[in-house]
């Protein structure tokens, strides 16, 4: 027999209470003066045994039901002929929440929430069940079924490994739920590895009634919930809100705010020290700053790192003291030279064009580069499709299907703009759905023809 | 007028009383016929009686005299019981207000008081020697005596209800009506010797058992710790566990002092220390109140 809660069992001793209980009550009778002593006495001797016994079977009892009580809160799986629950499970699905917050650690153990839940799961797997089940992982960030072959080969696997994502609890329940259908797993255990995060539950989601009506319709499954809720005190959350290279009078230099916050739990709230030392690293450079805490939180604004001449390319990372929630302890970045803002103008009409290209070409920021290419329509093949940000359009659409059409919706797909201006002729062809339409003089003074789309 | 203590059997006085004496006196009252002897007075010869059939018969009468009445206190320690839940009179001053009356009225219609205890003197009041019996007298003074003496007696102690039983019957050698108040807290063999030796020795036995309901129906909700009040034991209850055995001996002894008083042909009262004591007294005298066809 295994515990899922084993610390409680420090709690066993509770289970002598009602003895202590006994004892007390037994020197806190009141005193009553009798005459009638004799009929006590052979009422006493009558009573002797049966009193006794009875006497100390309720005491016996209820110190089982105290400590069946506090074994029953250490939830306790058993195996073999303890297990007279029914045996083991056809199948044991193991629904791992690898979100970031599970790796939250113990602080004197250095045992993470992912790490402990996946420990405790495997050893009450392998000590009740036997290897008798099958089990199977799906764990939340592949969102993929994986038949492990024994539990304790739970610990090991890659897919059970922390990551810095979310979890979608609801979707991970709609998998397994998707799975156990699927291939008729019988009987099945569904074990349910979460530290309860009220972003990754969503409990508000429409997915939820969903859920409930399709497990009901699952009679052998059995839900089991592996929990770590408490949040790990102590730690700090390093955070990188702006970062930016700059190139200056004196050089290159990396300016930042950043921002250092806590999670404050009452019995950790003293934890935080007063200064905390931050360590950064640029191209292997490290140097390092302390700064004071005010009630665990810190906001540094406008901190910058000269990179010295020439440097304007490199990575770094930011780094605070080892708490226990590694993953937001260290905050990694590249950085190079802005890139230049490149666009393409298509027309075969370069003065009309030109206040666009003016436009286009002045520096509103004047940190960085604008560069635009001006092309006729017969070189549209010239374009720079990698490198160009916003394409300009004034020539006719192009035809359906054809190679241009297709790099222009790639060029959309990958999140590029892409502006079309009427051309001088108008063709009847269409590029995803638009097409121009008849021309609209709304102002009779104004000769130029209006653009009008339609379908 | 107040109800008079009758004796329920002839007694010997040593005055002229309301009561029976089993010796011929010059009352009213027609005894028997007696055949004549020289000495006889002859002024008692009934002549028609010689008339009717030539022979000679002494008409004798009933005589009047007045009795002793004994109050016998048992002052136990099992007397100073007083129910927990109401708080009420204990034993002993209960019975101390019975045997006070009782003595009371036998000493207002002329007979004559005498007081035994029945046990150990508990604690002196006031430093003060209490006598433990008190012979039979008659006079105001007397009573004034047993009285005091019903009233500053102490209980406490084991019993010795049985050997004191056993010694009024040996010491009080006239006849009398000696009235014992006790709880009877004994061995009923014992007591059953001890009240035929009293009626051996021709007394008129008077038992006013008492008791509380609280000793009868042991009604306690709770476990509790009882200490006894004549000696040292201690005896831890639940009375959970042992109500119903104590019940059941407590029915049983009743049952055993009942076939005890009903054998030796005593009166006997069984009295709840809740009940009103005029009315015990009452219920007492007009039980031994002869009819009028009776003498």
Redesign the interface.
Same mark, same amino acid.
């Given at each position: 027999m295994s515990f899922l809660q084993p610390i409680l069992l420090w709690a066993l001793p509770l289970a002598l209470l009602p003895i202590l209980i006994h004892l007390i009550?037994?020197h806190r /009778? =009141?005193?009553?003066?009798?005459?009638?002593?004799?009929?006590?006495?052979?009422?006493?001797k009558?009573?002797q045994g049966?009193?006794r016994l /009875? =006497?100390i079977l309720i005491l016996l009892l209820r110190v089982f039901a105290v400590a069946a009580l506090i074994l029953m809160v250490c939830r306790p799986l058993a195996g073999g002929l303890l297990g007279f629950t029914g045996g083991a499970p056809n199948t044991v699905l193991v629904l791992l929440d690898r979100s970031a917050s599970m790796e939250q650690q113990n602080l004197s153990t250095g045992v993470s929430k992912r790490q402990a839940g996946l420990t405790k799961l495997s050893e009450a797997l392998e000590k009740a069940y036997r290897g008798r089940s099958r089990i199977v992982l799906i764990d939340s960030a592949s969102r993929s079924p994986e038949a492990v072959r024994h539990a304790s080969d739970l610990t090991q696997l890659p897919t059970s490994q922390g990551t810095d994502t979310t979890a979608d609890l609801p979707g991970l329940l709609q998998d397994a739920l998707d799975y156990t259908t699927a291939n008729k797993t019988g009987r099945t255990d569904i074990w349910i590895v979460s530290d309860l995060q009220c972003t990754d539950w969503d409990p508000t989601s429409g997915r939820w009634e969903t859920l409930r009506s399709g497990f009901s319709l699952l009679p052998g499954v059995k839900f089991h919930l592996l929990t770590y809720p408490g949040p790990a005190g102590g730690n700090l959350s390093l955070n990188i809100e702006h970062l930016r290279v700059r190139s200056g009078a004196q050089g290159t230099e990396i300016t930042l705010d950043l921002n250092v916050t806590p999670t404050i739990t009452p019995k950790t709230r003293s934890l935080f020290p007063s200064e905390l030392p931050i360590r950064f690293v640029i191209n292997g450079s490290a140097s390092a700053m302390r700064s004071k805490l005010e009630n665990g939180q810190l906001a540094i604004k406008g901190h910058t790192i000269p990179l010295g001449s020439g440097s304007i390319r490199g990575w770094g990372r930011i780094e605070i003291p080892a708490d226990t929630q590694p993953a937001d302890n260290v905050w990694h970045f590249v950085f190079d030279a802005p890139p230049v803002m490149r666009s393409a103008v298509i027309s075969d009409d370069p003065s009309g064009i030109a206040p666009v290209m003016a436009a286009l070409g002045a520096p509103a920021d004047p940190s960085r580069n604008y560069q635009v290419d001006l092309l006729p329509s017969k070189q549209v093949s010239e374009i720079a499709w990698d490198e160009t940000g916003l394409i300009v359009w004034q020539i006719p659409l192009p035809a359906t299907n054809s190679n241009t059409s297709q790099l222009l919706s790639a060029h959309l797909a990958e999140g590029r703009s892409l502006l079309f201006l009427p051309p001088a002729t108008p063709a009847a062809e269409s590029f995803l759905g638009i097409s121009w339409g008849a021309e609209v003089n709304s102002d009779p003074r104004n000769s130029r023809k209006h653009l009008v789309v339609a379908k | 007028m107040a109800l008079p203590i009758c004796a329920r059997q002839a007694v010997i006085g040593s005055v002229s009383g309301l009561h029976r004496s089993p010796v011929r006196g010059s009352s009213l009252e027609f005894a028997e016929y007696r055949k004549y002897v020289p000495g006889d007075d002859l002024r008692r010869l009934d002549w028609r009686a010689w008339g009717r059939s030539d022979r000679h018969y002494v008409k004798e009468f009933e005589a009047d005299t007045n009795l002793r009445l004994i109050v016998l206190l048992d002052i136990s320690g099992s007397m100073n019981f007083r129910n927990t839940e109401e708080n009420g009179l204990n034993r002993i001053d209960y019975a101390r207000k019975l045997a006070g009356t009782l003595a009371y009225l036998a000493a207002r219609q002329g007979d004559a008081v005498g007081f035994w205890t029945a046990g150990n003197q508990g604690k002196k009041k006031k430093n003060k020697q209490i006598p433990t019996s008190l012979p039979a007298r008659r006079g105001a003074t007397h009573l004034g005596t047993v009285l005091d003496t019903i009233g500053d007696v102490q209980a406490g102690g084991p019993t010795t209800l049985i050997s004191s039983l056993h010694e009024a019957a040996e010491q009080i050698s006239q006849r009398a009506v000696i009235v014992i108040f006790s709880d009877l807290f004994a061995d009923p063999a014992e007591l059953r010797s001890a009240i035929q030796h009293l009626r051996f020795r021709k007394h008129d036995v008077v038992v006013f058992h008492l008791l509380d309901q609280q000793e009868i129906a042991f009604d306690f909700d709770r476990p509790a710790r009882f200490i006894d009040l004549e000696g040292a034991d201690l005896v831890l209850a639940d009375p959970e566990d042992m109500a119903a055995a104590y019940r059941k001996a407590f029915a049983d002894w009743t049952l055993q002092i009942d076939g005890i008083v009903r054998s030796a042909g005593i009166d006997y009262l069984r009295v709840m220390l809740d009940e009103n004591y005029t009315e015990v007294l009452t219920r007492f005298l007009l039980a031994r109140t002869p009819k009028k066809s009776a003498r």
């Amino acid at each position: 027999m295994s515990f899922l809660q084993p610390i409680l069992l420090w709690a066993l001793p509770l289970a002598l209470l009602p003895i202590l209980i006994h004892l007390i009550h037994l020197h806190r /009778r =009141r005193t009553v003066e009798w005459a009638a002593t004799r009929f006590l006495l052979a009422a006493q001797k009558m009573n002797q045994g049966y009193s006794r016994l /009875r =006497r100390i079977l309720i005491l016996l009892l209820r110190v089982f039901a105290v400590a069946a009580l506090i074994l029953m809160v250490c939830r306790p799986l058993a195996g073999g002929l303890l297990g007279f629950t029914g045996g083991a499970p056809n199948t044991v699905l193991v629904l791992l929440d690898r979100s970031a917050s599970m790796e939250q650690q113990n602080l004197s153990t250095g045992v993470s929430k992912r790490q402990a839940g996946l420990t405790k799961l495997s050893e009450a797997l392998e000590k009740a069940y036997r290897g008798r089940s099958r089990i199977v992982l799906i764990d939340s960030a592949s969102r993929s079924p994986e038949a492990v072959r024994h539990a304790s080969d739970l610990t090991q696997l890659p897919t059970s490994q922390g990551t810095d994502t979310t979890a979608d609890l609801p979707g991970l329940l709609q998998d397994a739920l998707d799975y156990t259908t699927a291939n008729k797993t019988g009987r099945t255990d569904i074990w349910i590895v979460s530290d309860l995060q009220c972003t990754d539950w969503d409990p508000t989601s429409g997915r939820w009634e969903t859920l409930r009506s399709g497990f009901s319709l699952l009679p052998g499954v059995k839900f089991h919930l592996l929990t770590y809720p408490g949040p790990a005190g102590g730690n700090l959350s390093l955070n990188i809100e702006h970062l930016r290279v700059r190139s200056g009078a004196q050089g290159t230099e990396i300016t930042l705010d950043l921002n250092v916050t806590p999670t404050i739990t009452p019995k950790t709230r003293s934890l935080f020290p007063s200064e905390l030392p931050i360590r950064f690293v640029i191209n292997g450079s490290a140097s390092a700053m302390r700064s004071k805490l005010e009630n665990g939180q810190l906001a540094i604004k406008g901190h910058t790192i000269p990179l010295g001449s020439g440097s304007i390319r490199g990575w770094g990372r930011i780094e605070i003291p080892a708490d226990t929630q590694p993953a937001d302890n260290v905050w990694h970045f590249v950085f190079d030279a802005p890139p230049v803002m490149r666009s393409a103008v298509i027309s075969d009409d370069p003065s009309g064009i030109a206040p666009v290209m003016a436009a286009l070409g002045a520096p509103a920021d004047p940190s960085r580069n604008y560069q635009v290419d001006l092309l006729p329509s017969k070189q549209v093949s010239e374009i720079a499709w990698d490198e160009t940000g916003l394409i300009v359009w004034q020539i006719p659409l192009p035809a359906t299907n054809s190679n241009t059409s297709q790099l222009l919706s790639a060029h959309l797909a990958e999140g590029r703009s892409l502006l079309f201006l009427p051309p001088a002729t108008p063709a009847a062809e269409s590029f995803l759905g638009i097409s121009w339409g008849a021309e609209v003089n709304s102002d009779p003074r104004n000769s130029r023809k209006h653009l009008v789309v339609a379908k | 007028m107040a109800l008079p203590i009758c004796a329920r059997q002839a007694v010997i006085g040593s005055v002229s009383g309301l009561h029976r004496s089993p010796v011929r006196g010059s009352s009213l009252e027609f005894a028997e016929y007696r055949k004549y002897v020289p000495g006889d007075d002859l002024r008692r010869l009934d002549w028609r009686a010689w008339g009717r059939s030539d022979r000679h018969y002494v008409k004798e009468f009933e005589a009047d005299t007045n009795l002793r009445l004994i109050v016998l206190l048992d002052i136990s320690g099992s007397m100073n019981f007083r129910n927990t839940e109401e708080n009420g009179l204990n034993r002993i001053d209960y019975a101390r207000k019975l045997a006070g009356t009782l003595a009371y009225l036998a000493a207002r219609q002329g007979d004559a008081v005498g007081f035994w205890t029945a046990g150990n003197q508990g604690k002196k009041k006031k430093n003060k020697q209490i006598p433990t019996s008190l012979p039979a007298r008659r006079g105001a003074t007397h009573l004034g005596t047993v009285l005091d003496t019903i009233g500053d007696v102490q209980a406490g102690g084991p019993t010795t209800l049985i050997s004191s039983l056993h010694e009024a019957a040996e010491q009080i050698s006239q006849r009398a009506v000696i009235v014992i108040f006790s709880d009877l807290f004994a061995d009923p063999a014992e007591l059953r010797s001890a009240i035929q030796h009293l009626r051996f020795r021709k007394h008129d036995v008077v038992v006013f058992h008492l008791l509380d309901q609280q000793e009868i129906a042991f009604d306690f909700d709770r476990p509790a710790r009882f200490i006894d009040l004549e000696g040292a034991d201690l005896v831890l209850a639940d009375p959970e566990d042992m109500a119903a055995a104590y019940r059941k001996a407590f029915a049983d002894w009743t049952l055993q002092i009942d076939g005890i008083v009903r054998s030796a042909g005593i009166d006997y009262l069984r009295v709840m220390l809740d009940e009103n004591y005029t009315e015990v007294l009452t219920r007492f005298l007009l039980a031994r109140t002869p009819k009028k066809s009776a003498r």
